[in-house]
C-alpha cells in the first residue's frame, strides 16, 4: 500500500512539473480583432521552464465555446516559438461577432490558452456554437464603437495562472502525503 502511495505521489510531482507552461499570450479583454484588418497575436516568455528556444515548434489555433467544450474555429498553423508573433486574416463569414474567442497553443507537451477576446465586423455561424447560450461564455458585442483596430496590450492575462495555481496546489499535496508516508 504505502509502495503505492509512495509511487502516485512521484507521478503527481512529476506532472505538476510537466504542465508548467513556458509561454504567456499577450491577449487581454480590450484585445480586438477585426475583419477589416489583420489581426495579430503576440506572446513572450513567462519565465519557467522549458524556455522558448528550447520548445520544437508551436500549433495556434483559433478556439471559440466554454471551456469544457471547446470548438476550433481556425487553425492558424505551426511557427517557431521564438517568433512571438503571427498575422492573420479574419474572414467576414468568420461566426457571430463578440467577446467568445481566444487562442490555444501546442508545443507537444501542454496546452496553453489566452483569455478571451472580441472579433468585430464578422458574421456567421459556428457549428455547434450558439452566442446566446451559456455555451458562449463571452459577451456578446451589439455595437462595434470606435474604429475597427487590432489591439494588442503589455497587460496579459491567461489560464497559464490557473496553471501555475494547479501546479503548486499539486506539488504541496504532494509533498504533504510524502512527508505523511515518511
Do not use: H
Not at 23 to 30: E, I, Q, R, S, Y
Not at 48 to 60: D, F, H, Q, R
Not at 94 to 102: I, K, Q
Not at 155 to 161: A, K, V
Request: hydrophobic share 40%.
Amino acid at each position: 500500500m504505502k509502495q503505492s502511495l509512495f509511487f502516485l505521489v512521484l507521478c503527481l510531482l512529476f506532472f505538476s512539473s510537466v504542465i508548467e507552461a513556458n509561454l504567456l499570450p499577450v491577449v487581454n479583454k480590450t484585445t480586438t480583432c477585426s475583419s477589416k484588418a489583420p489581426c495579430e497575436l503576440r506572446w513572450v516568455e513567462d519565465g519557467t521552464a522549458p524556455k522558448l528556444i528550447e520548445l520544437s515548434n508551436i500549433n495556434i489555433k483559433l478556439m471559440t465555446g466554454p471551456n469544457d467544450n471547446q470548438i476550433e474555429v481556425k487553425d492558424l498553423g505551426t511557427v517557431l516559438p521564438t517568433v512571438g508573433k503571427i498575422s492573420y486574416k479574419i474572414e467576414p463569414g468568420l461566426g457571430p461577432p463578440g467577446r467568445f474567442y481566444f487562442y490555444k497553443f501546442n508545443s507537444g507537451v501542454d496546452d496553453v490558452w489566452s483569455t478571451r477576446f472580441v472579433i468585430q465586423d464578422i458574421t456567421g455561424t459556428i457549428p455547434g456554437f450558439d452566442p446566446s447560450s451559456i455555451n458562449a461564455k463571452g459577451d456578446v458585442i451589439n455595437k462595434v464603437q470606435g474604429n475597427s483596430t487590432n489591439s494588442t496590450s503589455t497587460s496579459s492575462s491567461s489560464i497559464l495562472l490557473s496553471n501555475t495555481f494547479t501546479t503548486m496546489g499539486l506539488s504541496i499535496i504532494s509533498m504533504m502525503i510524502l512527508s505523511y508516508l515518511c
